[in-house]
């Protein structure tokens, strides 16, 4: 049986589509695939300080391997980041 978005749907992926659209300045949905929406190196590297910041912790790697957002979102983990 194949997931669906409203499965995925988590805080981590809130988190996630709001950081990417305060990157990439744009809206982001579960659906949207990080380079198809203008993400280049830099901006990849900027969302995982942001992410980073809201305690998730997202490997490059994955933002460019993933189909979408909701993929990646499956991909994040969960850090103790001092502030």
């Not at 049986?1 to 305060?22: F, G, N």
């Not at 695939?33 to 790697?61: C, I, Q, T, W």
């Amino acid at each position: 049986m194949q997931q669906s978005y409203s499965d995925i749907d988590s805080p981590a992926l809130t988190t996630l589509l709001q950081c990417a659209a305060e990157v990439l300045r744009s809206s982001v949905a579960p659906t949207d695939h990080f380079l198809e929406l203008g993400g280049d190196s830099l901006s990849a590297l900027r969302l995982v300080a942001l992410m980073s910041h809201h305690g998730l912790k997202l490997d490059v790697d994955d933002l460019f391997e993933q189909e979408d957002m909701a993929s990646l979102s499956l991909c994040l983990t969960v850090t103790t980041a001092e502030r």
